[in-house]
């Protein structure tokens, strides 16, 4: 409950900070200049953003199969939306993509926050579309990990709900696709700027240890959890 | 996917004929469709390229002409009419049958705007919040599943396809297209188009 409300008050600065951000831009900035108009269009369009994010990623940020595999973002945790965010403006993530992914998530950091508020607040139903029958293994594997190949328990980081929290991403309901790429391709998608210090460097230990059949797996659990 | 008599006799016929099965020995429904959309299914004047195009899509937009969810003026004017009887399985046989045909780009655009037109389509203008085309229709434009190919379709059909949306035709085709080919701007329109018409 306590963090509930702490979560709300936060939401609500996030808020706050983007419109008056929005108020100032418009109040002392009467010129055309590119940058100006630029500026305006951002912090006015808080919605259009919204939009924009979830023409791609599903009308209700849960995910979408395109010829890319996006991701869901509904009930994710700010600050791991915030940091991807800027791993892609900084290029240390998916950098040798056909699509620049850089620009396309290019939003100012006051975008980003009000960006990760908006997509915290939504909760559709999973997608799901993991194979059933690996259900099982994937839960065990999530809860307990698998002590003889060392690898951790996932919940004991991403917590017994997949709910993640803070930096730590929320997995619940993630596209089975996705989850298997991420998994599969961690050395070569995160962590691609040497110049800077990447959390997700986290994974790469247990990413690499955990063989397809059980990346499937956990994959195939994570996409029916609500 | 069921395999019908006439999915066997089509693909008999591919196998045999070549490319460009659609002569006197094809069935009926293979013959109305070629009247306007060239017996190589390369399309002709305001008929669409159906050569190499995603299955599901075809078959989609059939049942889409079918239930009169696409409304287009061409698709009322002649496309309602064409696809008043077709039942689902006719549907998928037509809609696998020129997806095996091998397309053949229009390059009919404005040579001049490609590069533009490129740009926009694997980046978008998150300016203007358009995102890239490319995540969904593929790095070369080939489609997937039921996402169609654009690469090689005709000039004036893409871009009457994309304003047309803008103007509240086809509402209802599976988000986010009508919505964003809507924020998209007169001449970006016509440099996605180009570009597109010139893809292999």
């Known amino acids: ?226 | 996917m069921r395999i019908t008599g006439l999915t066997i006799a089509i693909l008999a016929m591919i196998s045999t004929a070549g490319p460009s099965p659609a002569g006197d020995g094809a069935p009926t429904w293979v013959r109305n469709c070629t009247w306007c959309h060239g017996t190589s299914g390369h399309g002709y004047a305001n008929a669409p390229e159906l050569a190499g195009q995603r299955h599901q899509y075809i078959e989609n937009q059939l049942l889409d002409f079918h239930n009169h969810v696409r409304d287009n003026p061409f698709s009322q004017q002649y496309m309602w009419g064409a696809a008043a009887n077709l039942n689902a399985q006719t549907a998928r046989d037509l809609a696998v049958y020129f997806s095996l045909l091998p397309p053949k780009p229009a390059n009919d655009g404005v040579g001049e705007l490609a590069a533009i037109g490129r740009e926009i389509y694997l980046e978008g203008i998150p300016e203007i919040n358009i995102v890239p085309c490319a995540a969904c229709h593929g790095p070369n434009a080939e489609g997937v599943r039921d996402i169609p190919r654009l690469g090689g379709l005709s000039y004036a059909y893409l871009k009457r396809r994309l304003e047309q949306w803008g103007q509240g035709y086809h509402a209802a085709a599976p988000p986010p297209m009508p919505r964003i080919a809507g924020k998209l701007p007169p001449d970006q329109i016509e440099a996605l188009a180009s570009y597109l018409s010139f893809v292999r």
């Open chain 1, 1 to 226: 409950m306590r963090v509930t409300s702490l979560r709300f008050v936060l939401r609500a600065a996030i808020l706050a900070t983007v419109l008056s951000a929005a108020a100032r831009v418009d109040s002392a900035e009467p010129g055309h200049s590119r940058q100006a108009l630029a500026a305006r269009t951002e912090h006015g369009g808080v919605a259009a953003k919204a939009e924009y994010c979830t023409d791609c990623h599903g009308p209700s940020g849960q995910g979408y199969h395109g010829y890319l595999t996006m991701p869901r973002l509904a009930g994710q945790t700010p600050e791991y939306i915030e940091n991807q965010l800027r791993s892609f403006a900084e290029r240390s993530r998916e950098r040798d993509l056909f699509i620049n992914m850089g620009r396309v998530h290019g939003l100012s950091p006051d975008m980003r926050a009000a960006m990760a508020a908006h997509f915290r607040g939504l909760d559709p139903r999973p997608i799901g579309g993991g194979p059933r029958n690996l259900l099982g293994t994937g839960k065990r594997i999530y809860d307990e990990g698998i002590p003889e190949a060392n690898i951790p328990a996932c919940a004991a980081c991403h917590g017994p709900d997949a709910k993640g929290q803070e930096a730590i991403p929320r997995l619940a309901g993630q596209l089975y696709a996705y989850t298997v790429k991420e998994l599969t391709n961690w050395d070569r998608e995160r962590g691609q700027s040497p110049a800077r210090d990447d959390t997700s460097a986290v994974m790469t230990p247990i990413a690499r240890a955990l063989s397809p059949a059980q990346v499937s797996a956990i994959a195939a659990y994570l996409s029916y959890l609500r």
